[in-house]
């Protein structure tokens, strides 16, 4: 089936750094999100991105945060300055149309803020 | 503020048995109510879902039993086999919120051979 692919699956950085983590969507999805997993802890939405804008973001979306998708390649998540509290497992999702009826998951970059 | 709960957080059961696994929301908003499975080293996929219209939702050995005046919701699993094993999330969605999905914190599913 339709294949959402997340560079790296691993990413090991020190606290104030720089991250930027990459998503390759589906081809064909016009929508494009950024969930956040604490270890033990469910998947919580950060922000959706349609037309080369974020549509809704939440609390935890901070200002360190940011969103791009430059000319159709990687959607991306770029966190700097990055803190402890920033380390968990980001997963990226796509979908066709924005209710949400279909979301395609990658398998999650793991964060680590050392 | 959990406005997604899921119970219990872990289930065993025997193969062929039926594992329940429960829901409950706090936002009467929400009208779309999707469950996700993820399997070890996977990524989470979309198993089943229901709206508010239905009480039921049959796919196959999947059936979700959704109460709206409770805002209680159960994914029913019959003849359960050990390949159902995976952590399972009931999620909630508000129409009108675009598209955020609220996950609830998963339920670990054992099927024993």
């Known amino acids: 089936g339709p294949k959402v692919l997340q560079i790296p699956s691993h990413q090991i950085i020190d606290m104030g750094q720089m991250v930027t983590l990459n998503c390759d969507p589906v081809?064909?999805?016009?929508?494009f999100y950024w969930y956040k997993q604490i270890l033990g802890q469910q998947m919580e939405f950060l922000v959706n991105f349609y037309n080369g804008k974020v549509m809704e973001k939440s609390k935890l979306f901070k200002d360190q945060f940011s969103v791009e998708r430059p000319d159709g390649s990687y959607f991306t998540l770029k966190i700097q300055p990055t803190a402890l509290e920033d380390s968990a497992v980001y997963f990226c999702?796509?979908?066709?149309?924005?209710?949400?009826?279909?979301?395609?998951f990658g398998h999650g970059t793991k964060l680590s803020v050392l | 503020q959990q406005q997604v709960r899921q119970s219990p957080q872990s289930l065993t059961v025997w193969e062929g048995e039926t594992a329940i696994l429960n829901c409950s929301y706090e936002?009467?908003?929400?009208?779309?109510f999707p469950w996700y499975w993820q399997f070890p080293r996977e990524s989470p996929a979309l198993l089943i879902a229901?709206?508010?219209?239905?009480n039921k939702k049959e796919d196959g050995r999947f059936t979700i039993f959704f109460n709206k005046r409770e805002k209680k919701l159960s994914l029913h699993i019959t003849d359960s086999q050990p390949g159902d094993s995976a952590t399972y999330f009931c999620a909630a969605l508000a129409s009108s919120s675009f598209s955020k999905l609220v996950f609830g914190q998963g339920t670990s599913l054992s099927v024993v051979p």
């Open positions: 936002d009467s908003t929400f009208d779309y």
């Open positions: 081809s064909n999805h016009l929508y």
């Open positions: 229901i709206r508010p219209v239905s």
């Open positions: 999702a796509s979908s066709f149309q924005p209710s949400n009826e279909r979301l395609f």
